[in-house]
């Protein structure tokens, strides 16, 4: 079966530190990947997608994905975290005929402090 | 949540009701689709429609239906035989361009069974 895996439920950093959130995939062919973060009680926003080509993708609010083929992950992360980027935050993958059908992580929960 | 609407954002239903959800988009998109959201488990996919009068389930769709007789209206009826209904529900839609286009999403609607 086709899945998308965000192996941390949570990650906490300080403001100003670099973040990493961790995703994997498993989709058959060269899958469309992406980022969405949502805040509470809200639905998705698209922070950035890859689609081909340069394997480190820029998005929105200073994020960046960085899409590793050998190891079928597509992490996200960011130089200098703010806490205004605590919320919740999917990968995904558009998978099937014409890239219509996407594939959701369960999602990781990201905290900064102060 | 540019374009999507959703309504209401809050239902309450008595076990045994159907219940329909609504979502409008004025994107002029061709792609529309249905996820449910449990805490854990990120967005599953229920249903998914690329054009008008037709549509394809997605994982979770026993228990639900859809319809979509005009391209802005895609609404989804929950249905007694839903064994599970109460859900953050949200809906998305997309431009007939997987490799270029992205979802937007709605902001959602909250069902609770009583």
């Known amino acids: 079966a086709q899945s998308v895996a965000q192996p941390e439920d949570q990650v906490n950093v300080a403001e100003g530190n670099p973040l990493t959130v961790k995703c994997t995939y498993s989709v058959s062919g060269n899958p469309y990947l992406f980022w969405y973060v949502q805040y509470p009680n809200r639905g998705l926003q698209f922070l950035l997608k890859y689609i081909t080509g340069d394997n480190l993708v820029k998005g929105s609010y200073g994020f960046e994905a960085e899409f590793n083929k050998s190891q079928t992950s597509f992490h996200l992360k960011k130089p200098s975290a703010l806490v205004s980027d605590s919320a919740l935050y999917f990968c995904?993958?558009?998978?099937?005929?014409?890239?219509?059908?996407?594939?959701f992580g369960a999602g990781t929960r990201l905290f900064v402090k102060a | 949540d540019g374009g999507i609407t959703q309504s209401p954002k809050y239902l309450f239903r008595k076990e045994g009701q159907n219940v329909t959800l609504s979502c409008e988009q004025n994107?002029?998109?061709?792609?529309m689709y249905w996820y449910r959201q449990d805490p854990g488990q990120g967005l599953r996919l229920i249903y998914y429609s690329q054009i008008v009068n037709d549509f394809q389930k997605g994982d979770i769709a026993e228990g639900y239906s859809v319809s979509r007789e005009k391209k802005e209206s895609f609404p989804l009826t929950v249905t007694s035989a839903q064994k599970n209904p109460t859900a953050f529900y949200l809906c998305a839609s997309m431009g007939p361009t997987p490799s270029t286009d992205t979802q937007y999403f709605g902001p959602g609607t909250r069902l609770t069974v009583l």
């Open positions: 995904a993958a558009a998978s099937g005929p014409g890239g219509f059908k996407t594939i």
């Open positions: 994107l002029n998109h061709d792609a």
